[in-house]
């Protein structure tokens, strides 16, 4: 059957999910979409979602065509090309081998042997310098976890396998996208469930803008904008495409200073986007190259495009619209909307916006870049002997919790002769949490504030814990070594008395071992 769908997509349903399809010459392509990816997990179950995805294909005879799996930030996709049947074959079993999983039909060997496998591809939802970011502006939760190491992936259990992929893989939050009409017979038997729907990761409790020296050799800009859902969508594709048009004719051409500029959006909400701009550049241009983006940012918002900026805008959007692909990605999106995975509207809709792009538009989608601004700053550009507040901004700084009294412990003989621990160090344990202060600073996290907490090896087997690393859920941690207090071994077994046993684990390169 035909639903309203964008003209040359197909709709139709099979096995209660949504199926797209457009009438694209060549051999079947298939995309299978789920809400979920690495937003949707915990710092505890990081790495879950690509896990799933693992062991779905694991359970299926061997595939003698094309395909793959990919986790992102919210999607998760189950990929296949070749002949209509073998594509149906695939379809079918995936689908069966998820709804196996969801049921806890697990065994305990082969999870152990994907776990490890995950171990050796060690790779990332999204590129090193945009985890950077996120995880510096959500912390430890959300699409934060974009750079979270899995330091707790060999702990995942079947338990928790199957009860995430019960939530997430089903029916209710899948979508189904062909290149051409569905394979007679195509069946999708996956488990009954809702739509996910969309949770807005909260930004960790920090003051913006700010500054960070990044892992990285380039320069990474984020800062928040209205998301696809809004009225400006038109508005970000202008401002992405003008902004990199100008920092090339400036400081590429112009000046030498940049190789070349990314422009990049993240969807935050249907309202919401995180827009992230990445420059590729000699590291020590960074503090320079960041303020003429900068200002070529705040140009834009007060003084919008220029008429020949908004044609060539156009011209190219249009011309994107001949690639004969096109209808294959309008089904995409269709589909990713239906699941809540994406925004942006049909190709026609979007021409109407950018051609209806206005300076007032302008600055309203950039209303708030000032005070969303993060900056990464590659190390190698931050003057020597400049002081560590930052040089464009502040450094982030972590907002400590109100924890309430607690037990105190004040600093010991070992804490005065070490080095960087202040005379007035001192650490508090009580209900409420912990609090470590001295030398003007202060870290407070409740209970429910901890993310993890990393134990240093001890030396010999049965010795007492002599240091901790406690990681906040805003991404700031707080180092504990026992000898600096009066006490420090009761306050760091009473730490580890009250963060659960599933939350530490022992600096060994082996999370399985139980602190």
């Not at 995942?156 to 996208?177: D, M, P």
């Not at 002081?387 to 309430?404: E, I, K, Q, S």
């Not at 003989?413 to 600073?441: F, H, K, N, Q, W």
């Not at 002599?466 to 805003?474: A, E, K, N, P, Y």
Request: glycine share 12%; charged share 25%.
């Amino acid at each position: 059957m035909t639903s309203t769908a964008p003209p040359q997509i197909h709709r139709t349903e099979v096995d209660g999910v949504p199926v797209y399809w457009a009438d694209i010459p060549g051999r079947l392509e298939a995309h299978l979409y789920f809400r979920v990816g690495v937003r949707d997990e915990s710092f505890a179950t990081t790495g879950i979602t690509h896990l799933i995805e693992h062991l779905a294909f694991s359970r299926l005879p061997a595939i003698r065509h094309e395909h793959n799996g990919q986790v992102e930030l919210g999607l998760t996709t189950f990929s296949a090309t070749g002949r209509p049947e073998a594509v149906a074959g695939t379809l079918k079993d995936l689908c069966g081998s998820l709804g196996a999983i969801a049921a806890g039909d697990v065994a305990p060997e082969l999870l152990a042997t994907e776990l490890r496998v995950l171990e050796a591809e060690g790779s990332l939802a999204v590129p090193p310098h945009l985890a950077e970011a996120l995880t510096r502006r959500y912390g430890l939760r959300g699409l934060g976890l974009a750079g979270a190491d899995p330091v707790f992936a060999e702990r995942l259990t079947r338990g928790e396998v199957a009860e995430f992929a019960a939530r997430f893989f089903t029916r209710g939050n899948a979508a189904l996208v062909l290149s051409g009409p569905p394979p007679e017979g195509l069946r999708l038997p996956l488990p009954e469930g809702a739509p996910v729907g969309w949770e807005t990761t909260p930004t960790a409790p920090r003051a913006l803008p700010a500054e960070y020296v990044s892992g990285g050799d380039g320069l990474v800009l984020s800062f928040s904008l209205p998301g696809d859902g809004s009225s400006l969508v038109g508005a970000v594709a202008v401002l992405g495409t003008v902004l990199g048009d100008r920092v090339r004719a400036t400081l590429r051409r112009g000046r030498g200073l940049v190789y070349d500029l990314d422009f990049g959006c993240v969807a935050v909400s249907p309202e919401q986007a995180l827009a992230v701009v990445t420059c590729e550049l000699k590291p020590a241009n960074g503090v320079v190259v960041a303020r003429e983006i900068l200002s070529t940012l705040r140009d834009l918002r007060d003084r919008g495009v220029t008429a020949d900026e908004l044609a060539d805008v156009l011209a190219a959007f249009e011309e994107a619209g001949d690639d004969p692909q096109l209808p294959l990605w309008e089904a995409r999106d269709e589909a990713l909307r239906r699941i809540g995975a994406a925004f942006q509207p049909p190709h026609d809709r979007l021409l109407a916006a950018i051609g209806s792009v206005t300076a007032r538009d302008m600055e309203q989608l950039l209303a708030d870049l000032e005070w969303s601004l993060l900056v990464g700053l590659p190390e190698e550009s931050i003057p020597e002997g400049e002081d560590t507040d930052g040089v464009l901004y502040p450094r982030p700084a972590h907002r400590p919790a109100d924890v309430g009294p607690g037990t105190e412990y004040r600093r010991g003989i070992a804490g005065a002769v070490a080095m960087g621990v202040p005379r007035d160090a001192r650490l508090s344990i009580g209900e409420g949490g912990l609090r470590m202060t001295g030398g003007g600073t202060v870290h407070a996290f409740g209970w429910d504030d901890i993310a993890g907490v990393a134990w240093e090896a001890a030396a010999k087997e049965g010795a007492a814990r002599r240091s901790c690393t406690v990681i906040g859920r805003d991404g700031f941690v707080v180092t504990l070594v026992s000898g600096w207090f009066r006490g420090g071994d009761r306050a760091l077994a009473a730490i580890a008395d009250r963060v659960p046993a599933r939350l530490q684990y022992t600096e060994t390169g082996d999370a399985r071992r139980e602190s």
